[in-house]
């Protein structure tokens, strides 16, 4: 759920939000990438030693980590701000996905190992769909409220329905291309600053909610996960 949830949303937070070209905000993702090149070799190695549920029940720890590192990152405005917390989420993700099929071909016997990375596979398929849905689900109602009562509030004309329409259309549009306020229409200009820090506002919510699962897969796997049967006793 984290990694497809957050890989729908980095990319709008650094096109976006801190105003990258798409070019450049995937390589300001490489921070996420690369720890898989250097942790999954040490996790295997881990897990030889102590079997996955301690390197595991670390991974969603470090995963819970750089949600509230987000979370708190992205009010800074600025690429250096979000990077300790995507450099977390990268090794904390890595130690998930390198672990996670050995460890369920731990739980069952060797005879229904077949069985089991189905339906493992199954499942991680159906939580990255769910949480590009879950993650996207809070990102947006909390961005939409925020931005409704910021508007609300503050010293700007409200905005028609149909206006709210147009100048979400615009930034959709804007996904593309990277966030250019030239691009937009002069109506809306002075719009933005309040639809950037509501935005954060979204961000900073979905990114709590992943720390949230993270702890509940944490509690999980330290309850469920055991040692390979050749190893006990």
């Given at each position: 759920?984290?990694?497809?949830?957050?890989?729908?949303?980095?990319?709008?937070?650094?096109?976006?939000?801190?105003?990258?070209?798409?070019?450049?905000?995937?390589?300001?993702?490489?921070?996420?990438?690369?720890?898989?090149?250097?942790?999954?070799?040490?996790?295997?190695?881990?897990?030889?030693?102590?079997?996955?549920?301690?390197?595991?029940?670390?991974?969603?720890?470090?995963?819970?980590?750089?949600?509230?590192?987000?979370?708190?990152?992205?009010?800074?405005?600025?690429?250096?701000?979000?990077?300790?917390?995507?450099?977390?989420?990268?090794?904390?993700?890595?130690?998930?996905?390198?672990?996670?099929?050995?460890?369920?071909?731990?739980?069952?016997?060797?005879?229904?190992?077949?069985?089991?990375?189905?339906?493992?596979?199954?499942?991680?398929?159906?939580?990255?769909?769910?949480?590009?849905?879950?993650?996207y689900l809070v990102f947006h109602s909390v961005y939409v409220v925020r931005l409704h009562a910021t508007i609300t509030a503050g010293p700007l004309?409200?905005?028609?329905?149909?206006?709210?329409?147009?100048?979400?259309?615009?930034?959709?549009?804007?996904?593309?291309?990277?966030?250019?306020?030239?691009?937009?229409?002069?109506?809306?200009?002075?719009?933005?600053?309040?639809?950037?820090?509501?935005?954060?506002?979204?961000?900073?919510?979905?990114?709590?909610?992943?720390?949230?699962?993270?702890?509940?897969?944490?509690?999980?796997?330290?309850?469920?996960?055991?040692?390979?049967?050749?190893?006990?006793?």
């Amino acid at each position: 759920m984290a990694e497809m949830g957050l890989g729908v949303l980095f990319p709008l937070l650094l096109v976006l939000n801190l105003g990258m070209s798409p070019a450049v905000a995937g390589l300001a993702l490489v921070p996420t990438t690369l720890p898989m090149i250097f942790v999954a070799p040490l996790a295997g190695r881990w897990y030889d030693r102590v079997g996955g549920r301690v390197p595991l029940v670390t991974g969603f720890g470090l995963l819970a980590a750089s949600g509230v590192l987000l979370a708190a990152g992205v009010y800074g405005n600025s690429f250096l701000s979000v990077l300790p917390g995507l450099v977390v989420y990268g090794v904390g993700l890595a130690l998930v996905l390198s672990l996670n099929d050995p460890v369920s071909l731990d739980q069952v016997p060797e005879r229904s190992h077949g069985q089991a990375s189905g339906v493992s596979a199954a499942a991680e398929q159906f939580g990255g769909a769910l949480g590009i849905a879950v993650i996207y689900l809070v990102f947006h109602s909390v961005y939409v409220v925020r931005l409704h009562a910021t508007i609300t509030a503050g010293p700007l004309t409200d905005l028609t329905d149909t206006q709210y329409s147009t100048l979400r259309d615009d930034i959709v549009a804007a996904e593309r291309t990277g966030l250019r306020p030239s691009s937009f229409d002069p109506a809306f200009v002075d719009y933005l600053h309040d639809v950037r820090w509501s935005s954060y506002t979204g961000f900073s919510a979905a990114f709590l909610a992943v720390a949230v699962l993270a702890v509940a897969g944490a509690f999980a796997t330290w309850r469920w996960v055991r040692r390979p049967a050749l190893d006990e006793g």
